[in-house]
C-alpha cells in the first residue's frame, strides 16, 4: 500500500532518446508534483498539477512534458534526452501546500 | 529576494551526542517552515513544520525545530542522535506564492 509510487526506480539511456517516468498515489489528493534533483542534492522544483490542471510550471525546457490522465497519475516525458538530464527525479503529492508526500525517485542516466 | 540557506553541508556527530542543523531564510512575505528527511536511496519524509502558534514544533523522531522570526531561522535540533539519524536534511520554505523553496542540504552523519 505505497502511497506515492514511481516507475522506474532505474533508468540508463543514451543522449538523443525519448523516455516516460510514472507516477502514481493513492491518497486522494488533488495537487502532484515533479521534482529534480542534481548530483549536489539540490532539489528544484519542476512542475505542478492540480485537479489535472498544470498550476507551477517553471523555467523547464520544452523537452519535459507532463501529463496527468488524472487525478491520481502523473507523468513526466523527457525528449531527446541530454546529459544534464542526469538526476533524481521525484514525484510529490499533497492535499493541502503544508505536506506534501513523495516517491521513492527515479534514478535517470544518461550516457 | 526569497531563498533558503543551509550553511552546513555536513555535520558529523558523535552517538548519543546533541546536534543542531542551521537553517536561515530571506522573505519580505510571510513564510512556512519545513523540514524534511531523506534517508540513503529514498524519498523526501517531513519531519516536521511550522504554520502558526508556538514557535517551539516538535516532529517525528525526537527532533524539533525553533521558528525564530527576528533571526529569520529555523534550526533544527535533536538532544541526542542515533545511528539511523544518518541522513541527509532539508530545510524547506513555502513563501507566498505557494512554491515550496528547499535548501540545499546538511549530510548528517553519525559517529559510533
Known amino acids: 500500500d505505497t502511497a506515492v509510487s514511481q516507475t522506474p526506480k532505474y533508468l540508463v539511456t543514451q543522449m538523443g532518446n525519448d523516455k516516460s517516468i510514472k507516477c502514481e498515489q493513492n491518497l486522494g489528493h488533488d495537487t502532484m508534483y515533479w521534482y529534480k534533483q542534481d548530483s549536489k542534492k539540490f532539489l528544484k522544483i519542476m512542475f505542478s498539477?492540480?485537479?489535472?490542471?498544470?498550476?507551477i510550471n517553471e523555467t523547464v525546457p520544452n523537452r519535459f512534458s507532463p501529463k496527468s490522465p488524472d487525478k491520481a497519475h502523473l507523468n513526466l516525458h523527457i525528449n531527446s534526452l541530454e546529459l544534464g538530464d542526469s538526476a533524481v527525479y521525484f514525484c510529490?503529492?499533497?492535499?493541502?501546500?503544508?505536506?506534501?508526500?513523495f516517491g521513492p525517485g527515479t534514478r535517470l542516466t544518461v550516457t | 529576494a526569497q531563498s533558503v540557506t543551509q550553511l552546513d553541508s555536513q555535520v558529523p556527530v558523535f552517538e548519543e551526542a546533541p546536534v543542531e542543523l542551521r537553517c536561515n531564510y530571506s522573505?519580505?512575505?510571510?513564510?512556512?517552515l519545513f523540514w524534511y528527511v531523506q534517508y540513503p536511496n529514498q524519498g523526501l519524509q517531513l519531519l516536521l513544520k511550522y504554520l502558526s502558534g508556538s514557535t517551539l514544533v516538535k516532529g517525528i523522531n525526537g527532533f524539533e525545530a525553533e521558528f525564530n522570526k527576528s533571526q529569520t531561522s529555523f534550526h533544527l535540533r535533536k538532544p541526542s542522535v542515533h545511528i539511523s539519524d544518518t541522513a541527509e536534511y532539508f530545510c524547506?520554505?513555502?513563501?507566498?506564492?505557494?512554491?515550496?523553496?528547499f535548501g540545499t542540504g546538511t549530510r548528517l552523519t553519525i559517529i559510533p
Open positions: 522573505s519580505s512575505v510571510s513564510v512556512y
Open positions: 524547506a520554505v513555502l513563501f507566498g506564492n505557494e512554491k515550496l523553496t
Open positions: 510529490a503529492s499533497s492535499r493541502s501546500r503544508y505536506e506534501q508526500y
Open positions: 498539477y492540480n485537479n489535472k490542471e498544470l498550476i
